[in-house]
């Protein structure tokens, strides 16, 4: 099993950057590709990005290509998400979540471990 706490979430104005981290304990982070979901009040939970185990492949939600980035250091065990150009739509609880095995998804079901999740708020 993994356990993962995010952290970096926060206020931010609407224009502005936030990286959020998302660092893993018990098992390695590289034996899982990994993703970022965010889920507004009210609404469900949507994939934001996804990385690959080795980190050679990315995938973005349309809403974020061009604006975020997701990134991997596996021998710091910890995944990142670049925020830029950030929207007051961005505003959210920020989740990165663990799968297991090789590929990528983008839905939320297929992920087995989650963190806490961080709050990202962006004002107009």
Not at 48 to 74: E, H, L, P, Q, W
Not at 96 to 110: F, L
Request: proline letters at 2%; a positive charge.
């Amino acid at each position: 099993q993994v356990q993962l706490v995010e952290s970096g979430g926060g206020l931010v104005q609407a224009g502005g950057s936030l990286r959020l981290s998302c660092a893993a304990s018990g098992r390695t982070v590289s034996s899982y590709s990994m993703g970022w979901f965010h889920q507004a009040p009210g609404k469900e939970r949507e994939f934001v990005a996804a990385i690959t185990r080795s980190g050679g492949n990315t995938y973005y939600a349309d809403s974020v290509k061009g604006r975020f980035t997701i990134s991997r250091d596996n021998a710091e065990n910890t995944v990142y998400l670049q925020m830029n150009n950030l929207k007051p739509e961005d505003t959210a609880v920020y989740y990165c979540a663990a799968k297991g095995g090789s590929g990528w998804s983008r839905s939320s079901g297929i992920y087995s471990y989650w963190g806490q999740g961080t709050q990202v708020t962006v004002s107009s």
